[in-house]
């Protein structure tokens, strides 16, 4: 849907973050593609261009109500990198386990059963 066109402003959404409920572990990603290959547990920023500060607070205040211990970031590769190491760095204030996770190519929505469900093993999510 064209933005203008949007009910609530993207910049007010985070993707699936009313799923999250109390759980140890949370996966961002970039995406709502990225959020339906990795499944539960997941939130898509809707990109990397945002006003970082509302959704910011919207993660904090459900990290810290849902008791979040560990995060995982996956954006996808290239340019958004820096806005990963961005999101990471500044959660890591909050958050003791935080960790930006690079993909070779592509996007999570590209990876394989396999692959995710190795990934989820690995992190034991």
């Not at 009313?18 to 961002?28: A, E, G, L, N």
């Not at 560990?70 to 820096?82: E, T």
Request: charged fraction near 30%.
């Amino acid at each position: 849907m064209p933005k203008d066109k949007a009910i609530i402003p993207l910049e007010n959404c985070l993707y699936n973050i009313d799923s999250i409920k109390s759980r140890d572990t949370i996966v961002i990603v970039e995406g709502v593609t990225d959020v339906w290959r990795l499944g539960s547990g997941t939130i898509g920023t809707f990109g990397t261009n945002f006003e970082f500060h509302k959704k910011f607070s919207m993660l904090l205040d459900r990290m810290i109500n849902q008791k979040i211990e560990r995060i995982f970031v996956i954006f996808d590769s290239g340019l958004a990198q820096k806005f990963a190491k961005k999101l990471v760095n500044d959660l890591s204030i909050f958050i003791d386990h935080v960790e930006r996770l690079e993909l070779k190519w592509g996007d999570p929505a590209d990876m394989s059963d396999k692959e995710v469900k190795q990934m989820k093993k690995d992190l034991r999510i």
